[in-house]
């Protein structure tokens, strides 16, 4: 079976770094994805990561590591508009490529 | 980049009405496109995989003749809820790849908000 597992909540401080964990169990690994949700919105591509190691993109980097299950979204610098949720994915190419979300981790961030 | 457009984005409408949602590709062709449910303060819950010319393929627990999912052409899939009650008001969001590549993320719709009163 697929699990994967992510804080539900989240508080940080603007202009603070914050770090987003997502553990994961799944029968094959394709990569895993991140995406940023806004309140009432459709979620927005952030990432992809499918060897382990660091992937820097602005103020957003995502860290992966296969033998741990591991994953995690980096955010710098944070500002108020980063205030949303953040959802990682695993997709299964084995079945159409469709995605397996966790929970998400709603991330609050104060002035 | 790829673009999903979904259509409408809210509904409200009687119950026992049944409603369809249109999911379209603007700029490339998606042989599968996915649909979503999302209630609120919750993660997105995949319902089926949309695919172009043949049936659709439903998750665990999901009614195939609640939901009816055509997928007609290389860019448009439709869903719509069958005589719609009150706990079918629920946030929908299609989705489609943008290649076949195994980096090739998922784009989303804007989601269309469905109340049943």
């Known amino acids: 079976g697929q699990n994967i597992d992510q804080p539900t909540e989240m508080t940080a401080t603007e202009g603070a770094i914050v770090q987003i964990n997502c553990t994961y169990q799944?029968?094959?690994?394709?990569?895993l994805f991140w995406y940023q949700q806004h309140a009432g919105e459709a979620p927005t591509f952030l990432s992809y990561?499918?060897?382990?190691g660091l992937e820097e993109k602005g103020r957003f980097s995502s860290f992966l590591s296969r033998s741990k299950g591991y994953s995690y979204l980096l955010l710098k610098e944070l500002q108020m508009k980063d205030s949303a949720s953040y959802l990682c994915?695993?997709?299964?190419?084995?079945?159409?490529?469709?995605?397996?979300f966790g929970q998400g981790t709603e991330l609050s961030v104060k002035p | 980049g790829a673009v999903v457009s979904q259509h409408p984005s809210r509904v409200i409408c009687k119950s026992g009405t049944s409603v369809k949602i249109e999911c379209r590709s603007l700029?490339?062709?998606?042989?599968?496109m996915f649909w979503y449910r999302q209630f609120p303060k919750q993660s997105l819950m995949l319902m089926a995989t949309?695919?172009?010319?043949?049936?659709?393929?439903?998750e665990q627990g999901v009614e195939k003749d609640k939901f009816l999912i055509n997928h007609a052409s290389l860019t448009l899939s439709t869903l719509t809820v069958t005589s719609a009650h009150p706990e079918d008001s629920s946030f929908y969001i299609c989705?489609?790849?943008?290649?076949?590549?195994?980096?090739?993320?998922?784009?989303f719709g804007d989601g269309t908000r469905l109340s049943i009163l």
């Open positions: 799944t029968s094959g690994f394709n990569g």
């Open positions: 989705s489609a790849r943008g290649g076949t590549g195994g980096n090739q993320p998922q784009h």
């Open positions: 949309s695919n172009e010319g043949s049936k659709a393929t439903y």
């Open positions: 994915a695993c997709p299964f190419y084995n079945q159409g490529g469709k995605l397996i």
């Open positions: 700029d490339f062709q998606a042989t599968t």
């Open positions: 990561n499918v060897l382990d």
